[in-house]
C-alpha cells in the first residue's frame, strides 16, 4: 500500500508529537507547534509510514518539497528512500528537501554526484544559553539590562506578567490587530501566514502542547509569546513574541519574563531563524547567540545533473 497524505490539524498532534524526540534536532522544526503554525503556508500534509517514521509533503507555488523524517536515527536512511520514492514513483519529481537538519544531514552521508546538500545559511536558528536570557548579566548585554531596567522602574505597580490560556484569545486577538495596523501595508508575506497560524492556534489551544504568556500594563495586554519545548535536548522553542513597539523595554521584559516563568528549567532556548531579513538579523545577533541550528537544501540530481557533476 501507497503512502498516504493527510492534512495536518490539531487532532494529529498526538499521533504525531512522538515521532519528533526520536532522534537528537536542534532546530525549531523539532517540536510540532512550529509544523501547526506554518501547515497552511505551505500546505503542509504528512503521512506515516510503517509506523516507523513521519513523512512530510509541501507545496509552495506550485513546487513539491519534502522535510526531513523525523524517525529514529536508525531508520532514517530507510525513511529517507521511502519519500524520495514517492517523489520519483508517485509525483515524477526527483525529491527536494528544505530545512533539512545538520544531524540527519550528517547521517546520511549522502554520495555528492546523486545530491546536492547546501546550507540554507538565512534559515539557520539561534540558539541562546537560556541562563543568559533570563539574567541578561554580563558585559555583552548590558544594554539589554539597562532597557529592560528602565521598563520595569517606569511602569512598576502598572504592569503584570500572566500565563495565557484558551479564554484569553479575544484580548490576543485584539492586540494582534492593533499590532498588524501598525506594521501597515508594506511587510512580508509570512506575517499575515503568521497571523493565520496565531488564530489556528488559539482555536485549538487546549489540544496542542504549548506555553503562552503575556505582559498586561494597566489591564491591558500588550505583549505576548508562545512557545514549546523539546525534553529531548532541554530546549524551549519561541515561535511567537509580539510587543507594542512604541513601549522601550517591553520586549526585553517580554522575553524574559516568558523563559523565567514558563521555561525555568531549559537549557537552550531556540528562536528561529531570521529569515534573510537585515534587522530581524540585527536584533537577534544583540543577545548574542551562543550557536546556531543550521539546515539544509536536500535535492536529488536528475540525470543530466548527475551527468554534468552539477
Same mark, same amino acid.
Given at each position: ?9 490539531? !487532532? ?16 525549531? !522544526? ?31 507555488? *506550485? ?5 526531513? =523524517? ?67 548579566? *554580563? ?6 539590562? /539597562?532597557?529592560? /531596567? ?47 497560524? %496565531?488564530?489556528?492556534?488559539?482555536? /485549538?489551544?487546549?489540544?496542542? =502542547?504549548?506555553?503562552? *504568556? ?15 519545548? /523539546? =525534553? ?7 515561535? %511567537? ?22 521555561? =525555568? ?46
Amino acid at each position: 500500500m501507497g503512502l498516504i497524505f493527510k492534512e495536518l490539524t490539531a !487532532d494529529d498532534a498526538e499521533i504525531m508529537i512522538p515521532f519528533y524526540t526520536m532522534r537528537s534536532n536542534r532546530t525549531c !522544526d523539532s517540536v510540532f507547534l512550529e509544523s501547526f503554525i506554518w501547515k497552511d503556508m505551505y500546505h503542509v500534509r504528512y503521512a506515516v509510514w510503517e509506523g516507523r517514521a513521519l513523512l512530510w509533503l509541501m507545496e509552495e507555488r *506550485g513546487e513539491y518539497f519534502s522535510a526531513m =523524517p523525523l524517525c529514529r536515527e536508525e531508520d532514517l536512511k530507510d525513511a529517507f528512500s521511502a519519500i524520495e520514492n514517492y517523489f520519483n514513483e508517485v509525483l515524477g519529481k526527483p525529491l527536494v528537501i528544505h530545512l533539512a537538519d545538520e544531524e540527519a544531514v550528517r547521517c546520511l552521508c549522502l554520495p555528492e554526484e546523486e545530491y546536492l546538500v547546501e546550507e540554507q545559511e538565512d534559515a539557520r536558528d539561534y540558539l541562546y544559553c537560556a541562563k543568559s536570557l533570563r539574567t541578561l548579566s *554580563g558585559r555583552k548585554l548590558h544594554k539589554k539590562k /539597562n532597557r529592560l /531596567n528602565s521598563f520595569l522602574r517606569q511602569y512598576e505597580g502598572r504592569y503584570v506578567y500572566r500565563r495565557l490560556d484558551c479564554s484569553d484569545k479575544e484580548r490576543v486577538w485584539k492586540f494582534l490587530d492593533l499590532w498588524r495596523e501598525k506594521k501597515g501595508e508594506d511587510v512580508e508575506r509570512h506575517l499575515d501566514y503568521e497571523v493565520t497560524g %496565531i488564530h489556528s492556534i488559539l482555536h /485549538n489551544c487546549f489540544r496542542l =502542547p504549548i506555553r503562552m *504568556g503575556g505582559i498586561f500594563i494597566d489591564g491591558t495586554l500588550r505583549a505576548f509569546s508562545i512557545g514549546s519545548e /523539546n =525534553p529531548l535536548e532541554r530546549m524551549a522553542v519561541i515561535h %511567537i513574541e509580539k510587543a507594542d513597539p512604541d513601549i522601550p523595554g517591553l520586549y526585553q521584559a517580554m522575553n524574559q519574563q516568558f523563559l523565567i516563568h514558563e521555561f =525555568p528549567d531549559v537549557e537552550l532556548v531556540n528562536r528561529e531563524d531570521d529569515m534573510g531579513i537585515m534587522g530581524l538579523r540585527k536584533a537577534k545577533l544583540s543577545y548574542q547567540p551562543a550557536d546556531f541550528s543550521r539546515k539544509y537544501l536536500v535535492r536529488q540530481k536528475e540525470t543530466g545533473d548527475k551527468n554534468n557533476g552539477t
